[in-house]
């Protein structure tokens, strides 16, 4: 970790003396768990997407500013976005295809039940409020430590531990019928 | 690092609003501020604190496998299938070529007045800035004896 911040550190140094593709670097180095943090909380790809790039858009416009970890500044700027468009938008219903993904079920059956339950997490996930959508996905699809989740979103580890347990009481309320 | 980016100079936030909410949150009571309280949820139900801490990695499985807790463990493999999944979605391929080109061609300046930037505070700048007010609050102290004698 501190290796990474080290050449964090260097890579933003080269971009500010005006190596623009180094930036490219970083991109490669973080876009995956901010991706699928952005898609978790706003179920669209395609809205996932845009934040990504907008984000990325300002961080390399404010990276004269980064001060301390570049992971978790650009972290906070994506969280950021995603609760600001769950604000904007009220939307009823979410669900993305994935045409890309390569299907790994054995089985149609298999299949049809997956493809299932991926849209019913997903309208469970948008029926709870942002703060515990975003406790749940950090600790459960991104795999982080309360410690960890506390440090990037500035709040305590009993705070977070509570939203994820209401969270969780919340989803098997809504899923514990069809799939217990 | 002590901030959320200030959601509203437009670093971070993409309506401009964030901040005026969260101001208005914190004079709420703590417990609707922690854990809003939504309509969806009045059907919620209590998990057995065990199966909270198998979740977290605390205690094995086979510790919430019995009794009442089973059930429970049945229903959260079952959804860790589909989160698993998700773990390993990764960012569609031409996302980062397209990010590059919509980068602005300039050199990051710096854009945020001083005031308004975030800053980090760690050890040797906490000593620092004591020792330097210690100096300070000093030089006060001996100008003011000195006038006043």
């Known amino acids: 970790m501190v290796d990474q911040e080290n050449t964090d550190q260097l890579i933003i140094q080269r971009v500010l003396t005006g190596n623009r593709d180094a930036f490219k670097v970083l991109i490669t180095r973080y876009s995956d768990p901010l991706y699928r943090h952005a898609l978790c909380m706003t179920g669209s790809p395609d809205v996932a997407e845009d934040i990504l790039q907008l984000s990325f858009i300002k961080a390399y416009q404010h990276l004269a500013e980064v001060r301390g970890r570049f992971d978790a500044w650009v972290f906070r700027i994506v969280a950021n976005g995603c609760k600001d468009w769950l604000k904007n938008i009220r939307r009823s219903h979410l669900s993305y295809d994935e045409d890309d993904q390569p299907s790994s079920y054995a089985t149609p059956e298999e299949e049809l039940d997956r493809t299932e339950l991926r849209s019913d997490l997903d309208r469970a996930l948008s ?38 347990h209401r969270a969780r009481e919340a989803l098997q309320a809504l899923l514990e ?4 | 690092m002590v901030d959320d980016l200030r959601s509203e100079d437009g670093l971070s936030g993409f309506d401009g609003q964030h901040r005026r909410v969260r101001r208005s949150e914190q004079e709420r009571p703590l417990a609707d501020r922690e854990v809003p309280l939504g309509h969806q949820e009045q059907g919620t139900r209590v998990l057995a604190p065990a199966v909270h801490a ?16 089973a059930k429970d463990v049945e229903f959260w493999k079952h959804v860790n299938v589909e989160v698993e999944r998700r773990r390993r979605l990764r960012t569609p391929t031409y996302l980062e070529a397209q990010i590059m080109e919509a980068l602005p061609q300039t050199v990051p300046q710096v854009i945020t007045p001083w005031w308004r930037r975030e800053f980090v505070v760690n050890p040797m700048v906490a000593v620092a800035t004591g020792v330097a007010l210690v ?15």
């Open chain 1, 177 to 180: 019928e069809k799939y217990s």
């Open chain 2, 54 to 69: 198998w979740l977290d990695g605390d205690i094995p499985e086979a510790t919430v496998r019995r009794g009442d807790t």
């Open chain 1, 127 to 164: 029926t709870l409020p942002a703060s515990l959508r975003e406790a749940f996905v950090m600790k459960h699809v991104e795999g982080r430590s309360y410690e960890e989740m506390a440090d990037l979103l500035g709040t305590t580890v009993g705070a977070l531990k509570m939203r994820v």
């Open chain 2, 135 to 149: 100096v300070v609050a000093s030089a006060v102290t001996v100008a003011i004896i000195a006038v006043a004698r």
